[in-house]
C-alpha cells in the first residue's frame, strides 16, 4: 500500500532492510528476517521481534523508498506484506513515473512531483475504502465476541471500533487490542502467561493528545485524575486519534454538557453510533465551522473539482460541499478562493457538454444573473440528481417570487452582481422575495425601527468633512471595483484580496449589508419574512427573570454613544434583546450580548440587527452565551496554547496564564467592544464576520505581542493587567468618519504623560502578517482537545464545593470523602450509560446548585449500599438499604444527594452507639418501614406471649445480675441526656420491633464473636419484650380507669417505675386485664438503648472501630462488576419472560 512520504536518514537503518531492487529514484529494499537470507543471526532476530508484534502491529517486510540524487534523505512512499505486493507498486512507479521525472532540473521539484502524486494515490485509496464502509464484518464480528467476553459489559455497551496496539507501562510495552466503545475506552493484553486488562470511561479522561516518549516519536497519551497511559505502534495512528477524539467530545458532552449540546440525529442513540458516524460528525462539524453554516446543516458530499474563476481567468482546484441547503466551495490553496451559494437563490444546475478541455462540467446559475462552471466532477449523473433533488425541496419550503413590474437593474439589490454591468450602487437589502411581506410587516408592526441608528445619531469628527469623506470615499470605490470583479452578492467569490479590504476597514454606509453578507444572515432573513415582528409582539409586555436582567443592562450598553442616551435606542435594543431570549429560551440573555447587539443596531436595521445576533450566538461563537460560556472558556482555553506557541518567552515569563485569561475572556464574549474604543473596535468586528473566531485569536496574540517586552518586565499580575489596558484604551482609527467614542476602561489611562498611540489598521495588519497562519481544521482540533479539561474543571469545581459543604458536617477523612463521591458519580453514570432513563430519574444539570447535580435514585443507592456499608446483613442487606433511601429522602422525590448518602455512612462508621441505635430505630419505623415493605409482614400475627419471669439472669461463672435497678437508672440518664428541642421519636410497634431484631440477628453474620453476640441478643430481645408488655398493660389499664384519670396520674409512680412496677407478678396477675382491653403493644428508643448497654459485648460491636477505606478499595474494584452482573441477570429475566 501506498505511505504518506516522511523523510528518514538512513536508508537501512540499524541494517535492518537489505536492498532488492533499485533506480536512479526509487530502491525497493526486504527486511532481514523474511524470505531469503533469514538464516543468519541478525536475521533470526528481527524475524522473531517481528513474530512477537501483533499481526497489526508488524513492520511490513517490504517497501520502496524515493531517493533523490546526492541527498542523503530519504522517503518510503509504499510498503507490501508479500513481495508480488510491492513489485506491483514498482512496476506502477517505472511505468508511470520515471521517465517523467527526467524532465525535472530541479531535485526538490522531484521529490515535491512523487510525493504529492503518492498523497493522491493515499487519498484515492481512502475514497475508495470509505465507500465500502464495512471493512471485513466477519473480523469485526469476532472482536465483538472477544469484547464481549473479556469485559463483561451489558449488551447496550455497543464497540465502536478495535485496533491493535501497544500500552506502555513504563518502558515496557503491552501488545494487545485496543477497544474503543461508546462509553468506554478498553484494552486487553495477554503476553507471556499474564493477563492485562483495563477499562477507561470516557468521561474520567481529562487529557487526550498526542504526544512522545523516548522510545517512539508518535503515541497517543490519556490522562485521568490519577494515572497517565500511552498507546503506540498504530497501523494509523491518525484515524485512531481522530475517532477517540470523536468519542471523547460526543460522550463527554451528552453526558457533562447536556445544558445546550444538541447531538446530531444520527448519534442521537448511544447504542447505535458506528465509526462511520463519528467520521461524518467530524466531517460535518469542520464544514459547518470552515463556512460558517447553521448547526443544523448537514453535510451530503464532499467532490473534489475546478472551478472557473474569472479574476484569475483559470480553474482554481478545490472541493465542492454539498448540503442541505447550500453549495460551497474551498480552494485546495488556503485563502484563494471560497464560495458559499445558498440553495435558495440558485435558479437551475445543468450538465454541459463533455469535452477533453472541459471534463463533467456543471453549471450552477443564481437569481443575480450569474453562473458559476464547476468541472472534474467524478459521478456528475448522481450528484446532480442529488442537488436538484434538494434544490426543489428548498423551494418548495421558502418560495421564492420574482417581481417582473420593475427594471431587471433592481431585481434583488442585495444579490445584484455588477460583474456585467458598471452599476456600483449597492442598494438595499432586502430580497425580491419578501419585500411585499415586509412592507406589510411594517404597517403591522410601526413600532420597528427603519434604519440604523448610526445614520439617525451621526455626528461630525475632530477630522474636517472633506478629509473624512476622502477617505470614506476612497474605500467605497476600492470595494466597489472589487464587487465588480468578484460579485456583491453572498455567493461573491471570497479570495485574499477582500481579506485585505476588510482588515483596512469596511467603510461605515457599507458594514451593516457586508456584516450580512459575510455572515449570511441575510439567508436567515429573507428566508423568515415576518418573523421578527411576530416574535416582537409575542414576547412585549411579558416580564421574568431574563427581562428583568435585560432591563438593568439597557442603560450600560454604549452609554457614551448618543443613540443609546435615548428611548430610541434602548427601546430598539430591548425589543431585539427579548425577542431573542424569547426565540431561544436555551440561552435566554447572557450578559455581554447586550454590548454586542447595541453595535448590530448602529450599523444594521432593527430587524438585520436581530438576525446578526442569531448568527453570532448560534454558530459564530457556539456555547459562548449560556449559564457557564463553556465556548468562552474553551476558547481562552485554546487561546493559552497559541500564547505557548507563538509567544514562548512571554508564556516562560507568565508561569500562569490564568491573569491574562481573566482580562481576555471579555475579548471573546465582546470581540474587543467592551475594552477599546468604539471607532477601533468595529473594525475587529468586520474582521471577525469575515474569518470567524480565528480573527479574534489572531488579533489577541498581536496586543500581547505589541506589549511583551512590558509584560516579561511586570512584577506582579496587576501590573500587566494594567499595561494590557492602557494599551487597548489607546487603539485609535484614523480613518473613522466619526468623533472619538471612550471606552469602559478609559480612567486606566489617566496618565501624567501622554500614551503612545496605536493604530487599529496597523495592529490588524500585524495579527494578519504574524499570526494568520491558523487554518480553521488546526482551531477545531484544539477545541476539541481543550473543551475535555474545561469540561472536567466544571466537574472538578463541582467536586470541590460539594465536598467544601460536606466536609465540616461529618468525621470521614477528605481522601476518603473523595473516593466516596467518585463512586457516587460513577453509579450515576453506570445508570445513563446503560438503563433507559426512567421517570424520577434525573441527568446531570449543570445548571442546578452544585449539591444537586449529581443525584441517585433507590436502585442506585442499593448498590452502593451494598459495596460500602459496614453493616451487612446477608440477603437482608437490600431490605436495610431500600429503608436507608426512604429514610434519607427526605421530599419524597425519589432521589437523594450526595450530602445524604454521606451522612448515614459516617453515623455507620463514625457515630458513638446511641447514634448507630438510634439509626438502627429509624431504619424500623415509618417512613423507613412501610405497610409494604418486603420483609415486613410479622409471622406472628397475635401479641407475644411473656415469659413472665423477673429481669434476673444467670452468668456463666454463676453469678446472678438483676438488670431491673440498671434499667431503671439508665432510662432516667437518657430522660436527663436528651435535647428537649429534638422532635422526640414514635414508640416502635410489635410488628417493627420483629423487624428491628431481624436486622440484629442478620448483622451478627461472620462475627468472630458470633456466638456471645447472639446469647447478648437473646437476651436483650427478651427484656424487650417484657418491657413491651408490661407497657401494654398499664396503658389498657389506664385506659379503662379513665374518668378517674386526674387522681391516679397524682400517685402514680414515674414512667421508669412503672415499666418494672408488675413484673414481679405471677402468671396469673398477668392475666388480670383481658385481651380484648389491652393497649398497643410498644417500646421506646430509650428502652432499646438502655437494654442494649446492659450487654458488654453488644457495646463493643457498635464501638469497635470501622476500617473504611478497604471497603472503598474493593468498592472500586467491584462497582462494575456488580452492575454487570444486575444488567445481565436482569437481561436473562427478560428473555425467560419473553419465551414463555
Not at 541478525?42 to 531517493?67: E, Y
Not at 464532499?302 to 482546484?317: A, I, Q
Not at 482555553?637 to 514562548?648: M, T
Not at 398499664?1034 to 380507669?1041: N, Q, R
Request: glycine content about 4%; charged content about 25%; some cysteine.
Amino acid at each position: 500500500m501506498w505511505l504518506k512520504p516522511e523523510e528518514v536518514l538512513l536508508k537501512n537503518a540499524l541494517k535492518l532492510w537489505v536492498t532488492q531492487k533499485s533506480s536512479c529514484y526509487f530502491i525497493l529494499q526486504r527486511r532481514r528476517g523474511h524470505g531469503e537470507g533469514g538464516g543468519r543471526l541478525t536475521g533470526r532476530l528481527v524475524g522473531a521481534l517481528d513474530a512477537v508484534l501483533d499481526s497489526n502491529a508488524r513492520v511490513a517486510p517490504f517497501r520502496i523508498l524515493l531517493q533523490v540524487p546526492g541527498s542523503q534523505v530519504y522517503s518510503p512512499i509504499a510498503c507490501g506484506a508479500t513481495l508480488e505486493e510491492i513489485n506491483q507498486h514498482w512496476d506502477w512507479l517505472e511505468q508511470n513515473l520515471l521517465h517523467t521525472l527526467s524532465v525535472f532540473d530541479n531535485k526538490d521539484d522531484i521529490a515535491s512531483f512523487v510525493k504529492g502524486k503518492v498523497k493522491a494515490l493515499i487519498a484515492e485509496e481512502t475514497s475508495s475504502r470509505l465507500a465500502e464502509q464495512e471493512e471485513e464484518p466477519e473480523k469485526f464480528r469476532e472482536a465483538l465476541v472477544k469484547f464481549e467476553a473479556r469485559f463483561n459489559f451489558p449488551e447496550v455497551e455497543k464497540l465502536v471500533t478495535y485496533y491493535s496496539c501497544c500500552c506502555w507501562k513504563g518502558r515496557v510495552p503491552r501488545q494487545g487490542w485496543l477497544y474503543l466503545s461508546i462509553n468506554h475506552l478498553c484494552f486487553y493484553s495477554f503476553f507471556l502467561g499474564k493477563e492485562l486488562k483495563l477499562v477507561v470511561p470516557w468521561v474520567d479522561i481529562q487529557k487526550l493528545e498526542r504526544t512522545s516518549n523516548v522510545f517512539l516519536t508518535d503515541t497517543i497519551r490519556i490522562t485521568t485524575q490519577n494515572k497517565e497511559r500511552d498507546f503506540s505502534m498504530f497501523l494509523n495512528l491518525d484515524e485512531v486519534f481522530k475517532v477517540m477524539e470523536q468519542l471523547a467530545d460526543v460522550t463527554l458532552r451528552r453526558l457533562l454538557d447536556n445544558e445546550v449540546f444538541d447531538l446530531d440525529p444520527d448519534l442521537q442513540e448511544p447504542s447505535q453510533i458506528t465509526k462511520r458516524d463519528l467520521e461524518a460528525r467530524a466531517q460535518n462539524e469542520f464544514f459547518r465551522a470552515f463556512f460558517r453554516l447553521p448547526r443544523k446543516e448537514k453535510l451530503h458530499a464532499v467532490v473534489d473539482c475546478s472551478l472557473w474563476t474569472p479574476f484569475s481567468r483559470c480553474h482554481t482546484v478545490g472541493r465542492m460541499f454539498a448540503s442541505d441547503s447550500y453549495i460551497c466551495f474551498a480552494s485546495r490553496e488556503d485563502g484563494c478562493c471560497k464560495i458559499i451559494l445558498p440553495l435558495r437563490e440558485v435558479v437551475s444546475i445543468e450538465k454541459m457538454e463533455d469535452t477533453s478541455l472541459l471534463p463533467h462540467p456543471i453549471i450552477i446559475s443564481i437569481r443575480s444573473k450569474v453562473a458559476f462552471q464547476f468541472i472534474e466532477l467524478r459521478d456528475r449523473d448522481s450528484l446532480v440528481e442529488a442537488l436538484l433533488a434538494r434544490l426543489k425541496q428548498v423551494h418548495a419550503n421558502h418560495p421564492v417570487h420574482y417581481d417582473t413590474s420593475v427594471d431587471d437593474d433592481m431585481v434583488s439589490p442585495v444579490f445584484h452582481s455588477t460583474s456585467m454591468c458598471s452599476d456600483h450602487r449597492f442598494g438595499d437589502l432586502e430580497m425580491v422575495s419578501s419585500q411585499n411581506s415586509e412592507e406589510s410587516e411594517k404597517e403591522k408592526s410601526p413600532l420597528l425601527h427603519p434604519d440604523a441608528l448610526v445614520t439617525a445619531f451621526q455626528q461630525s469628527g475632530s477630522q474636517s468633512p472633506d478629509s473624512q469623506m476622502s477617505r470614506e470615499q476612497i474605500k467605497i470605490s476600492l470595494w466597489n471595483d472589487h464587487f465588480v470583479e468578484y460579485g456583491r452578492t453572498v455567493c461573491m467569490f471570497r479570495t485574499e484580496k477582500i481579506r485585505k479590504l476588510v482588515a483596512m476597514g469596511i467603510p461605515e454606509s457599507l458594514r451593516g449589508k457586508l456584516w450580512l453578507l459575510f455572515s449570511d444572515a441575510v439567508t436567515d432573513l429573507a428566508s423568515h419574512p415576518g418573523y421578527y415582528g411576530n416574535l416582537v409582539e409575542e414576547s412585549l409586555g411579558k416580564c421574568c427573570l431574563v427581562t428583568e436582567e435585560i432591563e438593568r443592562d439597557l442603560h450600560r450598553s454604549l452609554p457614551e454613544h448618543p443613540a443609546f442616551q435615548n428611548e430610541t435606542g434602548i427601546a430598539a435594543l430591548r425589543r431585539v434583546l427579548t425577542a431573542y431570549a424569547h426565540r431561544n429560551p436555551k440561552i435566554g440573555y447572557c450578559q455581554s450580548m447586550n454590548i454586542l447587539t447595541s453595535v448590530l443596531l448602529l450599523y444594521a436595521k432593527e430587524e438585520e440587527a436581530f438576525w446578526l445576533l442569531v448568527a453570532v450566538c448560534e454558530r459564530m461563537l457556539p456555547d459562548y452565551f449560556n449559564h457557564r460560556v463553556i465556548g468562552a472558556q474553551v476558547d481562552q482555553s485554546v487561546f493559552e496554547e497559541l500564547i505557548k506557541g507563538h509567544l514562548p518567552e512571554l508564556a516562560e515569563h507568565m508561569n500562569d496564564l490564568s491573569a491574562l485569561a481573566s482580562v481576555s475572556l471579555s475579548w471573546f464574549l465582546t470581540l474587543f467592544l467592551s475594552i477599546m474604543p468604539l471607532e477601533s473596535a468595529v473594525n475587529v468586528v468586520d474582521c471577525f464576520f469575515y474569518d470567524g473566531i480565528k480573527a479574534i485569536f489572531q488579533l489577541g496574540l498581536a496586543v500581547l505581542e505589541a506589549n511583551a517586552e512590558d509584560l516579561c518586565s511586570s512584577k506582579d499580575d496587576g501590573q500587566a493587567l494594567m499595561i494590557l489596558s492602557r494599551f487597548l484604551d489607546h487603539i485609535k482609527n484614523e480613518d473613522s468618519p466619526g468623533p472619538p467614542v471612550g471606552s469602559h476602561h478609559a480612567f486606566f489611562s489617566d496618565d501624567q504623560e501622554p500614551y503612545p498611540v496605536t493604530d487599529i489598521s496597523d495592529l490588524i495588519r500585524d495579527s494578519y502578517e504574524k499570526f494568520g497562519d491558523q487554518s480553521v481544521e488546526q482551531i477545531e482540533h484544539l477545541r476539541y482537545k481543550h473543551r475535555i479539561r474545561v469540561l472536567q474543571g466544571h466537574e472538578d469545581t463541582t467536586k470541590q464545593n460539594v465536598l467544601r459543604v460536606v466536609i465540616p458536617e461529618v468525621s470521614i477523612v477528605p481522601e476518603d470523602l473523595e473516593e466516596l463521591y467518585d463512586l457516587f458519580k460513577r453509579e450515576h453514570m453506570m445508570s445513563c450509560y446503560w438503563e433507559q432513563p426512567r421517570p424520577m430519574a434525573s441527568r446531570h444539570d449543570p445548571s442546578r446548585p452544585y449539591a444537586e447535580q449529581y443525584r441517585i435514585d433507590a436502585r442506585q443507592f442499593a448498590h452502593l449500599f451494598q459495596l460500602v456499608s459496614p453493616w451487612t446483613c446477608r440477603a437482608h442487606t437490600e431490605i436495610l438499604a431500600e429503608r436507608m433511601f426512604r429514610l434519607l429522602d427526605d421530599n419524597m422525590d425519589q432521589l437523594i444527594e450526595f450530602k445524604a448518602f454521606v451522612s448515614c455512612l459516617d453515623i455507620m462508621y463514625n457515630g458513638e452507639m446511641n447514634e448507630k441505635i438510634k439509626l438502627l430505630y429509624r431504619l424500623h419505623i415509618p417512613p423507613a418501614l412501610t405497610e409494604n415493605d418486603r420483609d415486613s409482614q410479622s409471622p406472628l400475627k397475635n401479641p407475644l406471649l411473656s415469659t413472665s419471669r423477673p429481669l434476673v439472669f444467670g452468668k456463666p461463672s454463676g453469678d446472678a445480675v438483676d438488670y431491673q435497678k440498671q434499667l431503671k437508672q439508665m432510662i432516667k440518664d437518657l430522660a436527663k441526656e436528651k435535647d428537649k428541642t429534638q422532635k422526640e421519636l414514635p414508640k416502635m410497634s410489635q410488628r417493627e420491633f420483629i423487624q428491628f431484631c431481624k436486622t440484629l440477628y442478620s448483622m451478627f453474620h461472620e462475627d468472630p464473636e458470633e456466638n456471645d453476640l447472639y446469647q447478648a441478643i437473646a437476651t436483650v430481645t427478651t427484656l424487650l419484650l417484657q418491657i413491651g408488655e408490661v407497657g401494654q398493660r398499664s396503658s389498657s389499664s389506664e385506659s379503662c380507669s379513665q374518668e378517674c384519670g386526674e387522681e391516679l396520674r397524682a400517685s402514680a409512680p414515674s414512667p421508669e417505675d412503672s415499666v418494672f412496677a408488675d413484673t414481679g407478678k405471677t402468671p396469673q396477675d398477668s392475666q388480670a386485664f383481658p385481651e380484648e382491653a389491652e393497649g398497643d403493644w410498644t417500646v421506646s428508643l430509650e428502652h432499646i438503648l438502655a437494654s442494649l448497654l446492659t450487654e458488654q459485648s453488644l457495646v463493643n460491636f457498635f464501638e469497635k472501630p470501622l476500617d473504611m477505606k478497604s471497603k472503598l478499595e474493593n468498592a472500586k474494584i467491584n462497582q462494575y462488576n456488580l452492575k454487570t452482573f444486575e444488567m445481565s441477570h436482569q437481561s436473562q429475566s427478560e428473555l425467560k419472560l419473553s419465551n414463555l
